[in-house]
């Protein structure tokens, strides 16, 4: 047994510090779609169906964004306001509103319309005046304290308007609430105190005194109260209403300066009771609301804000992905990250992501490219393949792109248009040969090798004729060269032309089925682990075929997920495998039998539950997970581990014990043994290490007690003892 104590004596120890926190959460959303805006001292806050950020004036970028993964409840953001302590309300989709001290960084939440019996919760607007907040929502309007976030009353019966109508906004004017709802205008009435009751209230019918099918907004303009509608501007002397100005729709309005400033869909004007005047217009954003602070004004639309000011504009869009739907996702050589934007012809475009800065790649950024219409994406050492519906390939090596199509390639397209190439995905085998998965060959042949000396080979497809409605989905390759692929719900196929594309009398192929063991023909997704099984996701759970070049006798269940439907799988270094579907994700054991983890929208940062895709960093432990509503990371600590050891790196160093805070030992080879020393060189702990880069040590020793304050030495070994590396940390117990 390797005498630890007398070798230690002979070893120099070094420490470096590194830094890496295990288990933390980033959501990375598509903020572009504008719901509200809200001018402070500051700056502004906006809020999106992806998150809320600040916009500080003496920056010229978002110095802070708001997510799931930041403390928020939900991305989806419908309303915005400040109160007069500087805190923020966020109105969600959900019903849920979210309160944000700006000067402490915490958050406060109100979950009673979100838990409330009503079927929609959207929250529309919401107004703080004085200490209350009026909040505008689907089925009424809510009173809260804005001091302790009590609710004051819940309103859906005002006046002789139906029960739980739709409530766009709440003003106060004169002392009395004015509100704009689907179905007119509701006052309270003179000295009206219990608010909930229905007679608290008048309420002006559209059609038949308010001559508008629908009210957003009133304010007091020029000694009137002005009510936006669908069809202009409508004035109310106290009995009557009439027409006041415009005849289309106006969204919102503010009164600033003696000025009645109106937004319509595209467009932002000023009247003073006789002049109209367009301040902006606009003819691709859809705007949504406004808000001003002296002559500056900020539009909330679908492609950012808009800013202002003295006859100049600018629109303002943090970077960040350029959509919210992360169907395909893949981590090339260098760590960053790719996705593909749509299916089928509802792509954008593809993203590059480097760990900070998010590139956007289409027509307009980027017009080589055939079209927007890239749909999956893959990686491995070499490159980056990135299949586009209807034009082909394009592949990425270190930034340079090369593009396969019909007029440069073999490549064949559909049956019906033989220039319209579908390529499902691309891939390459152990001579680096590169293989295309084609959706519908016109040729009858989908299966496409390029080799390293730029021959082209085409495989028949043996079993049945391929089309529109019947077409290969997916498609990788196994250590022995076997080509795995699914054609639309008819089982999972495979084939090896066994390194001689010339000679097709040893190609082999196959066809498995429910009979051969498949849970179901509509394999969804592939991954081959570390260990050479190939795992296949279906609506029914989770197939493994252990032994590849011997399939129907190797085929059995991942028995952790076999009631789930699965969307995606990604396979960490240390084998465990990481399982998409439409209730989260699931971390099984590399034997499929154990569950190890559960992640969703209710226990975690995650957007959605509806996982698309997923992809690991395997250098750096981070997971990437593409969802409907976004893309989530999680670093963890499933890092590949080095080949041999060079340096441990332990952190944090000095390490204070009973603080619910573990030491991070870095730097192990696969499989590695720890042992913690005292510095006179007694072991005082055995650590089992996860297998890979990383370990942990909770400060305890063998007795489960904490360790004493002093020096100590970290001592890891391989399986066969003859490797070694060590490291020194201080302790603090306090």
């Not at 109105?91 to 009503?118: R, V």
């Not at 900020?298 to 600018?314: C, H």
């Not at 085998?429 to 496409?448: C, G, M, R, T």
């Not at 304050?709 to 070994?717: D, P, R, T």
Request: proline fraction near 3%; include cysteine.
């Amino acid at each position: 047994m390797l005498q630890i104590k007398t070798l230690l004596i002979l070893l120099t120890i070094s420490s470096v510090v590194f830094s890496q926190k295990i288990g933390s959460w980033k959501n990375y959303t598509d903020v572009k779609n504008v719901t509200d805006v809200k001018v402070y001292e500051d700056g502004f806050w906006m809020t999106s169906t992806g998150g809320a950020g600040n916009y500080l004036n003496q920056f010229s970028d978002y110095t802070q964004f708001l997510t799931k993964s930041d403390g928020l409840n939900s991305q989806n953001l419908t309303a915005l306001s400040i109160d007069n302590e500087n805190q923020v309300w966020f109105g969600m989709q959900n019903g849920i509103i979210d309160i944000y001290n700006q000067e402490n960084g915490s958050m406060n939440e109100i979950l009673d319309i979100f838990q409330s019996n009503h079927t929609k919760k959207n929250i529309n607007n919401i107004l703080i005046s004085g200490d209350t907040s009026f909040v505008s929502t689907e089925f009424g309007l809510s009173l809260i304290d804005t001091k302790g976030f009590g609710f004051i009353a819940t309103i859906t019966k005002l006046g002789n308007f139906p029960s739980t109508q739709r409530v766009n906004s709440a003003s106060v004017i004169g002392g009395k609430i004015y509100v704009s709802t689907e179905n007119g205008v509701a006052v309270q009435k003179d000295g009206a105190t219990n608010l909930i009751a229905p007679e608290s209230w008048i309420s002006y019918d559209c059609g038949s005194e308010i001559p508008a099918g629908e009210t957003y907004s009133t304010v007091l303009f020029d000694g009137k109260i002005i009510t936006s509608t669908n069809v202009g501007l409508v004035q109310f002397d106290g009995a009557i209403w009439t027409h006041y100005a415009y005849d289309t729709r106006v969204f919102d309005t503010q009164v600033n300066d003696n000025k009645l400033y109106t937004l319509f869909s595209n467009s932002l004007h000023t009247f003073d009771g006789a002049n109209d005047v367009e301040l902006y217009a606009s003819d691709t954003n859809e705007f949504h609301k406004f808000d001003l602070v002296g002559e500056e004004l900020l539009i909330a639309t679908d492609l950012g804000v808009i800013k202002t000011a003295q006859d100049s504009f600018r629109t303002i869009i943090p970077n960040g992905p350029i959509n919210n739907s992360f169907q395909n996702l893949a981590v090339d050589k260098n760590g960053t990250l790719w996705v593909g934007t749509g299916n089928d012809r509802g792509g954008v475009g593809f993203m590059k992501f480097d760990g900070s800065l998010w590139t956007n790649y289409n027509k307009v950024t980027y017009p080589e490219l055939p079209n927007n219409n890239y749909h999956n994406v893959s990686a491995d050492d070499y490159q980056v393949y990135l299949s586009n519906w209807g034009a082909g390939l394009t592949t990425e090596e270190d930034g340079n792109f090369e593009f396969y199509n019909v007029h440069n390639s073999e490549l064949i397209g559909i049956p019906s248009d033989p220039n319209y190439i579908v390529i499902m995905n691309a891939a390459r085998d152990s001579n680096h040969d590169l293989w295309f998965f084609n959706f519908a060959s016109a040729d009858e042949k989908p299966i496409i090798q390029l080799t390293t000396d730029s021959v082209w080979y085409h495989y028949r497809f043996p079993f049945f004729q391929l089309s529109e409605d019947v077409f290969i989905t997916d498609g990788i390759i196994d250590q022995y060269n076997t080509k795995w692929f699914n054609v639309s719900n008819r089982g999972l196929f495979y084939f090896n032309e066994n390194s001689t594309p010339s000679n097709e009398t040893d190609d082999s192929w196959g066809w498995l089925k429910e009979t051969d063991g498949l849970n179901s023909t509509d394999i969804r997704a592939f991954a081959i682990d570390e260990r050479g099984e190939l795992w296949l996701g279906t609506p029914k759970g989770a197939n493994i075929i252990s032994n590849p070049s011997s399939p129907r006798s190797s085929i059995s269940n991942a028995y952790a997920i076999r009631q789930q439907s699965v969307t995606s799988i990604a396979v960490d270094p240390l084998n465990n495998k990481w399982i998409g579907t439409y209730q989260g994700i699931f971390v099984v054991s590399p034997d499929g039998i154990h569950l190890l983890e559960q992640y969703d929208s209710k226990n975690s940062p995650l957007p959605s539950d509806e996982i698309l895709s997923i992809s690991i960093d395997k250098n750096s432990g981070t997971v990437y997970i593409g969802t409907s509503f976004g893309l989530s990371t999680l670093t963890t600590q499933f890092i590949k581990p080095n080949q041999n050891y060079d340096k441990l790196f332990v952190y944090p160093n000095p390490f204070v014990v009973g603080e619910n805070v573990e030491l991070s030992i870095d730097g192990l080879v696969s499989n590695s043994s720890l042992k913690i020393l005292s510095i006179s060189g007694d072991v005082v702990r055995d650590v089992i290490t996860p297998g890979g880069r990383l370990a942990f040590w909770d400060g305890r020793n063998d007795n489960g007690d904490f360790v004493a304050s002093g020096i100590y030495l970290i001592v890891a070994y391989d399986e066969e003892v003859d490797n070694i590396a060590t490291a020194k940390v201080a302790v603090i117990r306090k």
